[in-house]
């Protein structure tokens, strides 16, 4: 029974792909049939559009069963510009069925993972964990722990009930104070005369405030709008109802201190307000487009400090925020609300995010590009740029920066400023360091831009290289790739990519224009492709070259729409050396790739694009009968190989003369065809004789009119006698030509 049941699930998760192919384009169909899992394993996900760009994800699963980890991202951008499939599939067979109940897998978990208390009911389901030795069917148990603060992933195997892995969904900012616009160290232009003072009001800090409007607020008169509801602990003795709601009669908040809870919470509300609407000005209309709840001054057990952890974080479970306290209270600086806001962001665009070492680092460094990015945008202080979370640093000691945002580090680096270096943190800084440099080139604008729009294309587990390669595709989607060379040398400065592979697919593929020239550097067993974008017209012929020295490389065209480099080919061009051509006429207009492939050897080759059709007549050069002439009909009536719209050569004859009623019907026939009648002339010479003696003397000369394709004929009206008709051609541009003389008799 459970065979046919799994067999029936194979055959409709295959139908299901099928008709999923069939109704996708051709671009993601063409990933499907490349990625490394079966297409039949592969589910359509959800399908989110971005300035003009569609992003579509496909799921892995086995009889229903998520694969763990595996997923496929198409991102599909207009004219095929920008074009990035990620593809985190694998191949994975059926694992062996389940003998753990989820009742029993739940108690595994929770007492494997030390839960004293739960924050919402756990949830538990099937999954598929790939490893070196086959897959492992588990039960993937999610659960909100209250006691202590986490948001647990526990693996449990289904088969022997082992505790595979546990995992903290959680996303951590390690912070203590935050305030003001974006803090009290930036406003006051340094820490002089600045303390903490364990939340105490000062002078110098209550006159640091600068006055801000809050805006989309709803009617419920608490700090409930469009994009945040902030909120303080249920019971805190600062907030206005028992629920811990921070409310006004008026909405006049405007003598609220630091000393006071409520303080947080305005923060929050005014900063995240403010940083979505900057995404929507940006374009993005389906980022975090929603209400967010805030949790501020939480007390979060934990030995860092006697009031508590000193630690903010965005819960993927449950989607909230919650700021803890510590030394300075963390929602008092706008960078520390930002930065955790800014794991909101990215988990909304990539649902799981993240799922991996390095997709956690991207997400640090990300949280802290982008609260420095709304500082330097919003309040933008000199001698401050790059130094991110000032007041958190200085109320713990830390020096005058939690992080920075601008050291150039290289990926595998030590930072100077953050310990220890394996941590996400840590790591974080090589990429908040590109994305601040490229902001620094590129402008605020543009580079955020870029930014939001590469998150798209990640997955959970996504590395360096493709969150890498996610923004050179986002320029190509958004700005036809003109920062591209830009890109390239901050991120392979940095390590996150390798530059040499860099246009090994048709993703990365570098433009090339039409005519146009190219060269780079190949070698076997360490890069072995470069891949070209070239734009051609249908039943245009183009005309590609490859030359090199002494290595052995082929010359491929790929289709447009192709993900990889093995895509079925269009043309091949291959043989012994490097010296290969491809001559071709695309029969769709489109983007094509060029794959120039090494079989032998290394070394350096050059590239030649040019058109194979000189006159545009849809006539490849090479079998062009006339390749500088406009001739799309390529006829040759004397098949020399030179068609008639530039051969000289030319002939006539005298097809036919009848006679009729004293009257002479000539006909005659010219080539090639597109000798104009008026070329045409009829000579006449009648027979007269004069004592025995005869001779033919001219008569007149007719012209004739066409009939059709190079056939002319005329009608004479002869007295009575002998003559001689000769035809002739004569038409610029063509040589002159005549028939054999013919004699007629006229009898009246």
């Not at 194979?10 to 008709?19: G, I």
């Not at 510009?81 to 069925?97: F, I, S």
């Not at 600062?238 to 201190?257: E, I, N, R, Y």
């Not at 062009?624 to 009909?633: F, H, I, K, R, W």
């Amino acid at each position: 029974m459970k065979s046919v049941l799994a067999a029936t699930l194979a055959t409709a998760a295959v139908l299901a792909a099928s008709a999923a192919a069939e109704a996708a384009p051709s671009q993601v169909r063409a990933a499907l049939r490349e990625a490394q899992a079966p297409a039949g394993q592969l589910e359509r996900g959800s399908a989110h559009k971005s300035l003009g760009v569609t992003f579509r994800r496909f799921r892995q699963s086995v009889d229903g069963v998520p694969v763990l980890g595996s997923e496929l991202v198409v991102t599909d951008a207009p004219g095929r510009r920008g074009d990035l499939v990620v593809d985190r599939t694998r191949r994975v067979g059926e694992p062996r069925a389940a003998l753990l109940s989820r009742r029993e897998a739940l108690r595994v978990a929770r007492r494997g993972a030390r839960i004293r208390a739960l924050r919402v009911p756990p949830r538990a389901t099937l999954a598929i964990l790939p490893s070196g030795h086959g897959p492992a069917l588990v039960w993937r148990v999610l659960m909100a722990s209250a006691k202590p603060v986490a948001s647990l992933e526990v693996l449990v195997d289904a088969r022997s009930g082992r505790l595979v892995r546990t995992r903290d969904l959680l996303q951590y900012a390690t912070g203590s104070a935050q305030l003001y616009d974006p803090n009290p160290v930036v406003a006051n232009g340094g820490t002089a005369g600045l303390s903490d003072a364990d939340d105490a009001d000062s002078d110098l800090l209550t006159g640091l405030r600068a006055p801000r409007a809050l805006p989309r607020l709803d009617a419920s008169t608490c700090l409930s709008g469009s994009y945040v509801e902030a909120v303080l602990p249920a019971g805190d003795p600062d907030a206005d109802t028992p629920a811990g709601d921070v409310c006004s009669p008026t909405l006049d908040f405007t003598a609220v201190t630091r000393s006071n809870n409520r303080f947080e919470a305005l923060m929050a509300y005014f900063h995240i307000d403010r940083a979505q609407t900057y995404l929507q000005a940006l374009g993005f209309q389906n980022v975090l487009n929603r209400p967010v709840r805030a949790n501020v001054d939480a007390q979060i057990p934990g030995p860092l400090t006697e009031d508590g952890q000193d630690n903010s974080f965005f819960d993927l479970l449950t989607g909230e925020l919650t700021f803890g306290t510590g030394w300075a209270d963390d929602a008092e600086d706008a960078e520390t609300i930002l930065h955790e806001y800014g794991h909101a962001i990215q988990e909304d665009q990539v649902p799981g995010f993240p799922a991996g070492s390095d997709a956690g680092a991207i997400g640090e460094g990300f949280g802290d590009y982008f609260a420095s990015a709304m500082s330097a945008v919003f309040a933008p202080r000199a001698g401050f740029e790059g130094c991110f979370d000032e007041w958190d640093a200085f109320a713990s000691g830390l020096g005058d920066c939690l992080r920075r945002v601008d050291l150039g580090l290289r990926l595998g680096d030590p930072s100077p400023d953050c310990e220890p270096a394996d941590d996400e943190h840590c790591r974080g800084e090589v990429w908040s360091g590109a994305l601040w440099s490229i902001r620094g080139a590129l402008g605020g604008t543009v580079a955020d831009k870029l930014v939001i729009q590469s998150q798209f294309s990640l997955t959970p587990t996504a590395s360096f290289d493709q969150a890498a390669r996610a923004l050179l595709a986002a320029d190509s989607a958004l700005y036809r790739g003109v920062h591209r060379t830009l890109l390239k040398t901050v991120l392979g400065a940095r390590g996150l990519v390798d530059v040499e592979r860099l246009d090994d697919t048709p993703a990365d593929a570098t433009p090339l224009a039409l005519p146009g020239r190219a060269g780079g550097r190949l070698a076997v067993g360490s890069d072995i492709h470069d891949v070209y974008a070239l734009r051609l017209t249908a039943r245009r012929p183009v005309a590609l070259r490859l030359g090199t020295r002494r290595p052995d490389y082929d010359l491929r065209l790929l289709p447009p729409g192709a993900t990889s480099v093995n895509a079925p080919p269009l043309a091949v061009a291959e043989g012994p050396g490097g010296n290969e051509e491809i001559h071709h006429t695309p029969a769709v207009s489109g983007t094509y790739y060029v794959d120039v492939r090494a079989i032998a050897g290394s070394g350096t080759y050059t590239l030649d694009v040019a058109s194979d059709d000189f006159d545009a007549d849809g006539v490849p050069n090479g079998g062009d009968a006339c390749p500088a002439v406009y001739d799309p009909l390529q006829r040759d009536w004397d098949r020399d190989g030179l068609g008639d719209r530039c051969d000289r050569s030319a002939r006539v004859t005298l097809t036919g003369v009848k006679r009729m009623r004293g009257r002479l019907l000539v006909r005659a026939r010219m080539w090639p065809a597109t000798v104009p009648a008026t070329a045409f002339r009829l000579r006449v010479w009648k027979r007269v004789c004069k004592r025995s003696r005869c001779r033919y003397r001219p008569a007149r000369t007719r012209r004739a009119t066409v009939v059709r394709d190079g056939r002319v004929e005329l009608r004479l009206d002869l007295p009575r006698g002998r003559y001689r008709l000769q035809g002739e051609a004569r038409a610029s541009g063509y040589e002159r030509v005549r028939t054999r003389t013919r004699t007629v008799l006229v009898r009246r």
